[in-house]
């Protein structure tokens, strides 16, 4: 099997490594279109192989051809946030990137499964499942697993417990208008709300809203990649193993959670082929409200974009 990852960035890179020790393909491709860069990124990969102990073989080209056949594209291609600017700032730019990236691959590999990383996220999804014209199945975008990553880490943080017990559900569009489920967030079982008073809860909702510009805060020159690419090989494993992953990804609604013709992250179960089945989970209505919101958001985007 093989899996390509678009853009050899920071984000692109880091899920290369990841995919590669942990061997969840036999082969590994990175490609970009800065020259010479993909190449030297998978050969340095390639070299820690036999420190890390893993057989994937990590190659890097200009070229789709390296990538043809391939079962899952990872895509990371694009410009990424700086100090200041919104992720919809990113949006005209990156949705050209993405358009010319979906052509090659549904040219190169029309059976494949997109895991799209690319922001504005719910909308480079939409121009990927227009583009390559992939049944929705396989166009997913990785989004909730990164954000509930990041809830979930805060709470453990606040709570001083293991990050593997806290089980949460974020949905929404990927952005501000994000929205954690409370009700669903549990430690080992025990609902979040008996061990932490709502102001707190509130705060650590509040940060993971703020996440992505927490890092961007710190970093300056780039946004965050360790998370993020961690969250998208974690959506790739769950279909190369055929998991059945019960995940927050953005998926394109048709009906479910009121919406249609849109991505938005919702509960995803995803397995062989990609995206399996959609939960739909009962919401108070305020989270109904919140989800509207962050639905409208995603809307006003495409609107954007024309
Ligand atoms: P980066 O700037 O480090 O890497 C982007 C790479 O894309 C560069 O190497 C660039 O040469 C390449 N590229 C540009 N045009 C290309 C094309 N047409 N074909 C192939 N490669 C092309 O950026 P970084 O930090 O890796 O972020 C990548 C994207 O992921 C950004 O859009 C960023 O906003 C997004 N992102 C999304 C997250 C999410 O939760 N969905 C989280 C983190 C980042």
Redesign the pocket.
Known sequence: NKITV?????????CAQRLAEKELAREVVM????EG?PQGKALDQWESAPVEGFDSHVVGAQDYEAAAGSDIFIV??????KPGMS?DD?LKT?AG?VR??SKEIARVAPDSIII??????DV?AQVALDTTGFPRERVI???GV??TARYRSFISLELGVSVEDIQALVLGG?GDTMVPLVSYTTISGIPLTQMLSQERIDALIERTRKG?AEIVGYLKT????Y??SA??VQMAEAIVKDKNRILPCAAHLKGEYGQDGIFLGVPCKLGEGGLKEILQVELTDSEEAALRTSAEAVRDTMAALG
Not at 31 to 34: K, Q, T, V
């Open positions: 678009v853009g050899a960035g920071h984000v692109g890179a880091t490609i970009d279109i800065a860069i990371t291609a694009g410009i990424a946030r992720r990113l990156n990137i010319s990236v799209m990383v690319s922001n504005p996220l480079m975008g990785m989004a990164l954000d990927h992505g780039g946004s965050a990649y998370a993020p969250a998208a």
